[in-house]
């Protein structure tokens, strides 16, 4: 089992997008209504997370970051030249095309009337009902083709700025060493060197372990505190007992 928590808002916000942008390629190609039905409840998410005047500067300046720091890296001896300079390569092609984007992420499903009007109706309990939407009843009984249009003029503008977080993200999620630590009495804490401030912290446990992690950080300390769950699932207490588990603290 893997548990990730983000240790700055810029990391945590290109990990929502990340995930919903999942979320919707899982269900794109299936055709039921209740499959039509989560993609666009999570184009409308999409359109929401990315609303930020300023995402398209964050991005920017994370690629800038990090083609900044890969550069200072090739400098030094036993690197892997070819492998990074391919690195290097993608994310300056992610930066270009992210550039070129001559209107803001996720416009042309923010202003768009259809999601809007879904939009207005799904933050009322069972609002997008048939009776309550006829139009989007009659869209979703549509053929798949024309579903599939739509889709993909929502994600013209989502696309360029999703290659590049989800580039930047693997980058990050690689940069460190996993440790195998132990959590004496269910609980873990470490000091971070704040002049290398940590992005993503990394958990693994092995798949019978009966916890989960509750883990909170910034830049000059994290903790984690393990909690029991019962039988039926429901979390009960913080764990009393030694819990053996993996880590990566992601700094690059």
């Known amino acids: 089992m ?4 983000p240790l700055n808002e810029r990391i945590r916000t290109f990990l929502r997008i990340e995930h919903l942008y999942e979320q919707v390629q899982n269900f794109i190609p299936q055709t039921s209504i209740v499959a039509r039905r989560a993609t666009i409840a999570n184009f409308i998410d ?15 300046k994370e690629l800038d970051r990090l083609l900044n720091t890969l550069q200072r890296i ?4 036993e690197v892997n030249t ?6 290097l390569i993608n994310l300056s092609q992610a930066a270009n095309v992210l550039r070129q984007l001559n209107c803001p992420i996720g416009q042309n499903a923010r202003e768009d009337e259809f999601l809007k009007a879904i939009s207005q109706r799904n933050s009322l309990p069972g609002g997008a009902c048939r009776f309550d939407l006829p139009h989007y009843h009659y869209w979703l009984l549509q053929p798949a083709d024309l579903h599939q249009a739509w889709f993909t003029h929502w994600l013209e503008d989502l696309e360029p700025a999703i290659t590049a977080i989800k580039l930047m993200l693997s980058l990050i999620r690689n940069s460190a060493e996993t440790r195998t630590l132990t959590a ?3 609980f873990f804490q470490e000091a971070l060197n704040p002049e290398f401030p940590a992005q993503l912290l990394r958990v693994w ?7 989960y992690p509750e883990i909170s950080g910034h830049k000059n300390r994290y903790s984690i505190r393990f909690v029991s769950v019962a039988l039926d699932g429901r979390a009960t207490s913080p764990c009393t007992e030694d819990v ?4 990566a603290c992601c700094v690059l």
């Open 244 to 247: 053996p588990f993996n880590l």
């Open 74 to 77: 090739a400098k030094q001896p």
């Open 46 to 60: 999409l359109a929401s997370v990315t609303a930020r005047s300023d995402l398209k500067n964050e991005i920017s």
């Open 2 to 5: 893997s548990f990730e928590q």
């Open 184 to 186: 004496n009495n269910g």
């Open 82 to 87: 070819e492998a990074l300079e391919q690195v």
């Open 205 to 211: 446990l092995a798949p019978a372990t009966n916890c």
